[in-house]
């Protein structure tokens, strides 16, 4: 993967990255492979320019990053899967094995970032699709307060509780020159 700059960056700054940012460069390759042993390899190679650079902490969360990339990306094409297979897919090792996947599956489920169910019994994990209907007040309220409905002069009223329509549905009305808050 080559590494791309937003349009507006200078054709020059595109140029001389490679040779000026070697490591950066390299661990963005690294990290589009979705290999977990070549990312790892890159880290160490380029640990001392990192450090020196104060940013051995920003590797590491990338190694994180890319291990719950591989875990996410294995929701799209498997239903049901060992956790031994797993961790071998996304590039725990032997070492960590059954263990240390369960332990990464069960956080990114805590951390809503994955939908699943895991059986300790069998060892297996079930994926599953996003529960969410998006259609209560706190999901309006998340997307109000991370998008800034605000800007868009909507209002959220209240539930509509009418008898023959279901609870929880939202109204949003349209107000002009209206802030909530």
Known sequence: MQLSLPKY????????????????????????SNKREELRSVAEKYAEVFAADQNSGLVEQVLQSQLRTSVKRLTKTFVTLSLSELAQRVGLGEDAGAAEAERLVVRMIGAGEIHARVSQRDGMVRFMSNPEQFDSVKVLAGAYTIHGFRNWGCALIRPNIRPGTPRGRLHVARQQNSVLG
């Open 9 to 32: 960056a200078s054709p020059v700054v595109q140029k001389y990255l490679r040779q000026l940012c070697p490591g950066y460069s390299e661990l963005v390759t690294a990290y589009y």
